[in-house]
């Protein structure tokens, strides 16, 4: 089996820093890509950024110049550093990873999901 252990989010003022990590364990062979998406209450999950073998990365329009996502690849962590924080980043964020993963004795490429954590930006 194959986990996804998010940590990091919490309330900040407007303006502030936040710096979540996802760390992946278990059965895994090799990761092809790791991301964030949000969900904020009413409206559907978003993509806010991804970061593919080697390190190529991709940010949704309304984060770019102000998160950045990385990974340490022997550790199999991810991490999203989000600054200049406005309460329209409110929302639950996600780790994604999409990997290659021993499930039954057969190797094969699959979807996971981290358990989702909450950020709040609030005066």
């Given at each position: ?30 990761i ?85 954590t ?6």
């Amino acid at each position: 089996q194959v986990q996804l252990v998010e940590s990091g989010g919490g309330l900040v003022q407007p303006g502030g820093s936040l710096r979540l990590s996802c760390a992946a364990s278990g059965s895994i062979f090799r990761i092809n890509a790791m991301g964030w998406y949000r969900q904020a209450p009413g409206k559907q999950r978003e993509l806010v950024a991804g970061i593919t073998l080697p390190a190529s990365t991709n940010y949704a329009d309304s984060v770019k110049g102000r998160f950045t996502i990385s990974r340490d690849t022997f550790k199999n962590t991810v991490y999203l550093q989000m600054n200049s924080l406005n309460p329209e980043d409110t929302a639950v964020y996600y780790c994604n990873a999409n990997l290659r993963a021993w499930r039954n004795g057969a190797l094969g490429t699959y979807d996971y999901w981290g358990q989702g954590t909450q950020v709040t930006v609030s005066s």
